[in-house]
Structure formats: structure tokens, C-alpha cells
């Protein structure tokens, strides 16, 4: 008799375009793992407890966790890891003998692409663009991997920006200092920049915004890490505009995979075939011209 799949998927609200079926299933199939991954569009925060109530009677293996709940999910977990109780967030669920634990390979899937430059960053000033859970992830990878000497975190929202600090506790733990986003000259004094937002992603409307700097103020300097976090395109405005300026640019795609690779690592115990992954990955999202 055929043994059943063992189910996995993704939380989140209206997130369809997700690419993580097609990583996932396509490392499924490599390693002739009997396992299958979808998306679960949850309609409100109100049925976040349901579905992984549900997902603990069902048997499912576990779930990726994104927009809007990851936060959302913390309260109905059993258990948290080290690096999703240092940010209040998860991203990633494992469902074993009907104990959920919650776990954020975000932190660890930033910083993978940066780890060749952690001698360079160390001790110098960064520059984050974002007040959500991806700027959050950020700033703990960068409090955990490369001690900087500041974070300059650029947003709109000052007191929501605070707030997230404080919940977080990063106001205690990193050297971080709110700017406001009408203020970018200031990431000329940084050794990487980052996009946190989903500003430049592919088909979105963000009032005219292509990028979160504006690309025509030289504020891009040669030998700068400029790191987006958006993945579709590959090649956004501005990690186009940083490769002009002679600055190294890191895609999106990049953490994309490293926060996937980790979550396959924590449901299977099995190590995903990245570069095969990768290529299929690339393959499917088309770069723009």
C-alpha cells in the first residue's frame, strides 16, 4: 500500500505569486522525498488558531509562515527556537509527534549571502529600509553576525518604528537609530544597504516608487554592499542602479533560497539540493529588461 504524502505549505494572506511551492516540490522530487507543498490562504489573523489546530490533527508536516502572521502564529505555538524568541516572529513551523515549534530561518537565510563580507562590516555603519518583520529579521542577523557599529533603520513611521523595536527588545540589543526615509544621504556613510520593503517588486503599485533611494542622487557608492530584499525581479531598480555605480549588489533570490534551504533542513533532516533549486528558480522568474 502507498504510503501518504506528507503535507507541508505556506501561511499567509492572499499569496499566490510565492514561489516556495516550486522550490520546495522541486526538492521534494530531486531527493524522491514522498512530500508535497501548496499554499494555505488564511483570510483573517481570527483563523490563524484554527488552521494550526487543524494542522496538528491532520498530521501535516509543518509550514512556512508570511505576511501578515508571522507574529500572528506565536501564541498558538508549543515552543519557540532561540532566533524566533529574540524578534517575536516566525516564519517557519515543524510539526512533530503533535508539538508545533516555531522558528525563524529568515535571520540565518539574510545573512548567509554576507558572510563572505562579515570582516568588512563589521564595526561600520548600515543602512535598513523597512518597519515589518523582514527589517526586524535583518537587524537580528546583523546584532548576531556582524556587529556593527550602527544600524540606521529608514522609515516612514516613527513611532510604529519605535514600537517594533521596543516589542522586539532592539532598542536594548542593537545600535539602532530611526531615520526618516526623506533623509537617504546618510546611507553614503553606510557599508550595506538594504531593502526591507517590497518596494521594486514586479507588478506592484507603490505610488510611482521604483526603489526606496532615489536612483538619481548618487547616493550609491562604489564598493558598497547594497543588498534587496525583493526577489521577482531578480534584477531590481536598485540593485541595477548599484551594479552602475560599482557597488556589489545581493539579490533577493539569494535569501529567498537560504531561509528555504533551512526550512527544508528542519522538516526532512535532509540537506536540499540549492544549486538545483536555484536553477530551476531562476528559470521561472523572468528577468525584466
Same mark, same amino acid.
Given at each position: 500500500m502507498k504510503k501518504a504524502k506528507k503535507i507541508y505549505g505556506l501561511i499567509g494572506r492572499a499569496v499566490d505569486y510565492s514561489y516556495s511551492p516550486?522550490?520546495?516540490?522541486t526538492a521534494f522530487d530531486i531527493l524522491g522525498l514522498d512530500s508535497h507543498y501548496?499554499?494555505?490562504n488564511v483570510? *483573517?489573523?481570527e483563523l490563524i488558531q484554527d488552521?494550526?489546530?487543524g494542522a496538528r490533527a491532520?498530521?501535516?508536516g509543518g509550514f512556512s509562515v508570511t505576511i501578515p502572521y508571522k507574529k500572528t502564529v506565536v501564541p498558538f505555538l508549543d515552543e519557540l527556537s532561540p532566533e524566533a524568541a529574540a524578534i517575536k516572529a516566525v516564519n517557519t513551523i515543524v510539526i512533530e509527534n503533535g508539538r508545533l515549534t516555531g522558528h525563524n530561518t529568515d535571520i540565518a537565510g539574510f545573512a548567509a549571502p554576507l558572510q563572505q563580507h562579515a570582516e568588512s562590516i563589521r564595526g561600520?555603519?548600515?543602512?535598513i529600509f523597512g518597519c515589518g518583520g523582514a527589517a526586524l529579521a535583518a537587524i537580528e542577523a546583523f546584532r548576531r553576525f556582524f556587529a556593527p557599529e550602527e544600524i540606521l533603520l529608514f522609515v516612514r513611521d516613527t513611532r510604529k518604528a519605535r514600537t517594533l523595536l521596543?516589542? *522586539?527588545g532592539h532598542h536594548k540589543t542593537a545600535p539602532v537609530t530611526i531615520a526618516l526615509l526623506d533623509d537617504p544621504e546618510r546611507v553614503r556613510e553606510c557599508r550595506v544597504v538594504v531593502n526591507a520593503t517590497p518596494i521594486g517588486t514586479s507588478g506592484r503599485d507603490d505610488g510611482g516608487y521604483q526603489s526606496v533611494i532615489p536612483l538619481d542622487g548618487n547616493l550609491i557608492l562604489p564598493g558598497q554592499i547594497v543588498y534587496d530584499m525583493v526577489y521577482n525581479p531578480p534584477a531590481t531598480p536598485l540593485l541595477r542602479a548599484a551594479a552602475c555605480s560599482g557597488a556589489i549588489a545581493v539579490p533577493g533570490i539569494e535569501m529567498l533560497i537560504g531561509q528555504a534551504e533551512r526550512a527544508f533542513r528542519l522538516w526532512t533532516g535532509m540537506q536540499m539540493p540549492v544549486d538545483a533549486v536555484r536553477k530551476v528558480l531562476k528559470g521561472e522568474i523572468q528577468p525584466t529588461t
Open positions: 516550486l522550490i520546495h516540490n501548496t499554499i494555505f483570510a *483573517s489573523h488552521a494550526l489546530f491532520l498530521g501535516m561600520r555603519k548600515i543602512a521596543e516589542e *522586539s
